[in-house]
């Protein structure tokens, strides 16, 4: 195998490696862990005491949390909100650009939920579920 | 006021482009507070339908026109609608959609569909006034929403018995979670008027007085278990004549499961009146399955009279048979085509103006393309 495509190999199992990186669900300091099933419920409209964030429909941690918190990938979770939205029952969780917005916003807002790379966290917010 | 169809039609692709541009434009906007405060959103569906008879019309829910083999029908599931919702506060929003669609009469026509304030005094709590969906079955509420919906179109067999799309009145939803469920109990009242035609041109008022409703919904893992009930004084009014009321009731037992790659739906329902010639049974099932960006489907679905023992009650079904495939094609749009081969007993829809000779089947051919913005 001849060295560009070794490298480009190599680039892309880091890159997957990288892209599968464990995701946490973190809201403020002082939050009461959650389950699975909670958080499912706060990113599906079923509970609506607390307010779920999200990142961009470009971000992989998207897809990936959605996949591993509920199974369900970006067009389900979409159809999901569709069904809330156009019954007039909720509006879907709020977007924000990065993972830096998102921590600031959770530590900012005790009813505030978000997730995020577990390479991320520091002690501003609290991870209340982890999802590998 | 009747619209010219075509012009109608026109004006409705144009709004829809229109808007979907607008989306485009304003997406990379930073939010404030106004924009928070003030939302829109819609949904619509451009489609066509063609049936491979001449000798009936096949028709949809109170329609008055369908498809047949002399033309591809776009009346049958084009539809949009626009939403707004204003939230000044985290427990109070007032919500407007207006969709456009067939109806009774000729033209596509456009019609304030919903027009609600809701109220949550209690996270858990939430209570809406003014005029909403009625939720008369699993998912009355958002069959309208191709986007939302694995299926082409909802099955006439089940969601055409109601009649009663909307009603005025009052809803309360309590929500909690109960272990590693999340629970909903929904109650409704309200009054609920529904125009059709008796014939082209002549039109029935059908009046839905005293309504009452009653869900409990419960959830866990993608998995959706529903039942329902919906009582209603039911007369109806044409020629100038109004009819003594009479007792109406819908229950339904729905289940939906959408988790990995598999999405499997089923429901029963049951009309019941004092008239027992009009009661009536239905079911469907719906299966898919997930493959990337397509995710094919079957479904089969059942709507039936329940005829009398001694045969003095005249027994009338309808029976479909469907197979078709959604494509995600692009974000908030999707591809849907579907064919069914739907069989009709004695006399029962969704053919109407039978001619003789009529063998009481037909396939039908749609192609839909379903947008959120």
């Known amino acids: 195998m001849n060295k560009p495509f070794l490298l480009l190999g190599c680039s892309l199992l880091i890159a997957s490696l990288v892209r599968a990186g464990d995701l946490v669900v973190i809201m403020a300091p002082g939050s009461p862990p959650l389950s699975k099933d909670q958080v499912t419920n706060v990113y599906i409209g079923r509970r609506n005491d607390l307010k779920p964030l999200d990142l961009p429909a470009s971000a992989a941690e998207r897809d990936a949390f959605y996949k591993k918190a509920m199974a369900l990938d970006a067009a389900q979770i979409k159809a999901v909100w569709a069904r809330i939205l156009f019954t007039g029952r909720g509006q879907p969780p709020r977007e924000l650009p990065d993972e830096a917005a998102v921590k600031r916003a959770v530590a900012a807002d005790p009813k505030a939920v978000g997730y995020i790379d577990k390479a991320n966290v520091d002690s501003t917010v609290k991870v209340v579920l982890e999802l590998n | ?373």
């Open chain 2, 1 to 373: 006021m009747q619209i010219d169809k075509r012009a109608s039609f026109g004006v409705f692709v144009s709004i829809s482009l229109g808007l979907c541009v607008a989306q485009a434009a304003n997406a990379d906007n930073g939010l404030n507070a106004l924009s928070d405060m003030f939302s829109y959103n819609g949904f619509g569906t451009v489609g066509i339908a063609r049936s491979d008879t001449d000798q009936a019309a096949w028709i949809q829910n109170i329609q008055t026109y369908g498809a047949t083999n002399n033309n591809f029908d776009y009346r049958t599931d084009s539809r949009l609608a626009v939403q707004g919702t204003v939230t000044p506060t985290q427990w109070l929003s007032g919500t407007v959609q207006a969709l456009t669609e067939e109806r009774y009469g000729p033209a596509m026509s456009t019609q304030l569909e919903w027009a609600f304030v809701m109220v949550k005094p209690l996270p858990d709590l939430s209570v809406r006034a003014g005029r909403m969906e009625l939720p008369t079955f699993l998912i009355s509420d958002t069959r309208n929403v191709g986007y939302a919906n694995l299926w082409l179109r909802a099955p006439d067999e089940v969601y055409g018995q109601p009649i009663f799309d909307v009603y005025t009145g009052a809803a309360a939803t309590y929500q909690r979670e109960v272990g590693p469920y999340s629970m909903s109990i929904d109650v409704l009242s309200g009054t609920s008027i529904s125009d059709t035609a008796l014939a082209p041109g002549v039109q029935r008022r059908i009046i839905g007085h005293k309504m009452l409703g009653y869900s409990a919904t419960l959830d866990r893992n993608g998995i959706t278990i529903r039942v329902s009930r919906v009582t209603t004084d039911r007369t109806h009014e044409e020629y100038g004549i109004t009819y003594p009321e009479l007792s109406w009731s819908f229950d339904s037992a729905g289940v939906t499961y959408d988790r990995h790659n598999l999405v499997l739906q089923g429901e029963f329902i049951e009309r019941r009146t004092s008239n027992p010639a009009i009661n009536v049974n239905g079911y469907y099932f719906l299966g898919g399955y997930h493959l990337g960006k397509w995710t094919p489907y079957t479904m089969y679905s059942v709507g039936e009279t329940i005829g009398g023992a001694d045969g003095t009650i005249p027994f009338a079904s309808m029976h479909v048979v469907s197979v078709g495939v959604r494509f995600d094609a692009f974000k908030n749009v999707d591809f849907k085509a579907q064919i069914e081969h739907a069989t009709a007993y004695q006399g029962g829809t969704p053919f109407e103006n039978q001619t003789t000779g009529f063998n009481n089947h037909g396939n039908i051919a749609s192609f839909v393309v379903d947008f959120v913005f």
